[in-house]
């Protein structure tokens, strides 16, 4: 079903993916790309549980907008071991104006189809999502 603001659909890869990453706990990180010609939001890439966070902001293009799911690991102050499941929307201030409008009118549309989201960020640079900035997110 496409979005009516941007025209997306959002391919079962991508719901089926993150299921697995919520549920199982089989994927450190998902990143999505919207392929234009497809009209449709799709997997990129996946991430193995040992994958690092450096991995997976490597993953993420420097001229290219992308969404992204990102299974947090953290202590709490109590020493309990907990995780969170952040939604990045990027897009970098370099990507092409016609890509950042395409992924800024798709991103709720998008996020509606991944139940369990607890975090959302939204970065132009990776400054602003760094880990600092997950741990201020956890409380």
Known sequence: MANAASGMAVHDDCKLRFLELKAKRTHRFI?????????QVVVEKVGEPVQTYEEFAASLPADECRYAIYDFDFVTAENCQKSKIFF???CPDIA????????????DRFKRELDGIQVELQATDPTE???DVFRSRTN
């Open 129 to 131: 999502m760094d880990l």
């Open 31 to 39: 990143v999505y790309k919207i392929e234009e010609k497809q009209k």
């Open 96 to 107: 092409k104006v016609r890509s950042k409008i395409i992924y800024a009118s798709s991103k």
């Open 88 to 90: 990045i929307a990027w």
